[in-house]
Structure formats: C-alpha cells, structure tokens
C-alpha cells in the first residue's frame, strides 16, 4: 500500500465507519418502506468520499458544512448512530434540530457540522464565512463545504469560489459528483467534464480524484487542508463518484438511468472494493470482518430500538427557536 500517512488502524476505522454507514442506510431504507419513518436521501455509494476527507481533517476541530447525502460524512465525524436514528424519527432527542428539520438536514455546534440549509448550494457561501472568521481569529481551522455537481450550476456556487479565493481563506469546496443532479445527467447540465476545472476561473487549485477509493480521497483532502493552514488558500476538490439508489426514497430512478448503468457502477462499490483491498494487504482478517460486522448489526439494532423508544417533541415547544421567549 502506497505511503499515504494512514495507519493499519485508521485504515481499519475508516473501513469500519463506511461499513456502518452503509448497514444504517439499509436500515434507513427499510423503516422508511414499512412506513415507519420519512424521506431517506442515502449515501449509499458516497461513503469512500465522505470517510476519506474526514479522516484527512481535524475531526471535532475544523468545521464541515455538509449536504443532504452525507451521512457517512457525519458519522466519521462523530455523530453516532443513536443521534442518526433520533433526527430520522424527528424524536426530541434529535441533537441536530430536535425533531424540527426534515432528513438529512445535519448540524451539531458540539461537533463543528453547521446546519444544513435547504436551498442548493448555499453551504458554500456558509463554509467560506466560517473560514474568514478563522482567518481573523487565527484558529488555525479549515472549512469544508459539501456540495453535489449539480450545484455547481448555482450562484452561489461561483460567488464563494470567488471571495474565498480574493480573500486566500482557509476553505476546501468539496464536489461529490455522482453524474445526477436528481434526475438531469452531468452531460445535460454542463459542456465541462470535471467539475475541478472551475478552479481555474478563480486561481485556484482543483483536483479531480477517484471518489471510490478513501485512500486518494484522504491524501488530496490532506494535501488541500495542509494548504489552507499555510495560508494559500482555498482548493476545489471533485471526488468523482456514483449513487447506487434513486436520489431520495420518493425518487423513481428507472425513469432516467438503466438498470445496467447502476450494475455496471456497482462493480466499483468503495466499501467492497476498500474491503478487499484491506483483506489482500493483511489490514483486516476475514475475523476481524465477521466481527466488525456482527458489532455493526448491533449497533444499527441498539440505535433503531433506541430512537423508536425516544419521546417525541412537546407540542408546547414548537414556537422555540422561532420566535423570542416571550413569545415575541
């Protein structure tokens, strides 16, 4: 394995992080098909992305301001699968918005994960205030923002790019192109192939990497925060990938892909294929396999009974963050 910085035992938590979140999307998937539960936006495919760049960062330290299909994202960074469950249930509990936002939509200030907007690409302009803020405060944290392609065809896309790169802020753009925006192929929104080229415009680095390998993932997001911190500012980094599963659960893929286009892409799934790769480079054993396996389901059990149990907000609550205590 090629000199990356990543040890055997970041390797293995890397490995075991992308399991879980696979197993807790399945889980998702299935709740959500027994009418137990909303929306599901999955991250199924995204999860070498989401764990490589993780890893690279100063986890708890740096802050990230995800989209709707980072869960594997949010669980490398410390969000557990109990706290998943709760805000996929809407439950009191819920640490990223008590039961008030709907799926997917992340935020935690004990983690450094600012909340999830609803309107395409606006983490962007978020991520690079946060980053100026560091640049004032001298904190010496990078922010990263997580975007699909098909914000990139957003204002707002172009507008952070620009003042983040005026302004040499300690920023990491980060694209998971997966080649669908919903239902519109990449081909059809844009003339470019890689995202990255935008960079150019606004005098920056990009880099196109393999998004099915957390390896290279991790060196390019690693190479681009060392940058930040130097005070060269920002990078955009295209990690190409693909959703296996339609673009939410209300989604009907069949109408715009086929079914040997989603084969064909399976042959690289980043969980098999880092799996493997750990089996042959004596990383894992087929032991070590079973057992983080058997101790996945049991979390993924352990979350599922726990947030189905959870109380549900207090109707009396629901002005709170909403308007001011005195009810004004």
Do not use: C
């Not at 991520?127 to 707002?156: H, N, P, W």
């Not at 339609?246 to 989603?262: G, L, N, Q």
């Not at 493997?276 to 480079?281: F, Q």
């Amino acid at each position: 394995m090629p000199d990356s910085g990543l040890t055997p035992e970041l390797m293995k938590e890397m490995y075991y992080t992308m399991a879980l979140s696979r197993a807790l999307d399945d889980r998702l998937w299935v709740l959500n098909r027994q009418g137990r539960a909303p929306t599901v936006y999955s991250s199924n495919g995204h999860e070498a992305a989401q764990v490589g760049s993780a890893f690279a960062l100063n986890r708890g330290e740096d802050w990230i301001v995800p989209y709707y299909r980072d869960m594997a994202l949010v669980l490398a960074w410390g969000m557990t699968p109990r706290e998943v469950l709760l805000h996929f249930f809407a439950k009191a509990e819920d640490p990223n918005s008590g039961g008030r936002q709907m799926m997917a939509h992340w935020g935690s200030h004990r983690l450094h994960i600012l909340s999830t907007g609803a309107v395409v690409a606006t983490q962007d302009a978020h991520a690079a205030g946060l980053a100026l803020a560091s640049k004032i405060l001298k904190d010496g944290r990078v922010s990263v923002a997580y975007f699909g392609e098909g914000s990139t065809s957003q204002g707002e896309f172009h507008e952070a790019l620009n003042f983040a790169a005026v302004h040499k802020l300690p920023v990491i753009f980060f694209n998971e192109n997966n080649g669908y925006a919903i239902s519109v192929p990449q081909r059809k929104q844009m003339v470019v192939q890689d995202i990255s080229a935008h960079a150019e415009s606004y005098g920056m680095p990009g880099i196109s990497v393999d998004g099915n390998d957390p390896v290279k993932v991790y060196e390019v997001t690693k190479a681009a925060a060392d940058r930040a911190r130097r005070g060269e500012g920002p990078t955009l980094v295209e990690a190409k990938t693909y959703r296996f599963v339609p673009h939410s659960s209300d989604d009907d893929d069949r109408a715009y892909r086929t079914r040997e286009e989603v084969q064909e892409h399976k042959k690289f799934d980043p969980v098999v294929m880092f799996e493997a790769r750990l089996l042959a480079d004596k990383v894992i054993t087929e032991a070590d396999k079973a057992e983080m396996m058997k101790k996945i389901k049991a979390v993924v059990d352990d979350a599922t009974t726990y947030a189905d149990k959870a109380p549900l907000p207090d109707a009396d609550t629901l002005g709170l963050y909403v308007y001011g205590e005195d009810g004004k």
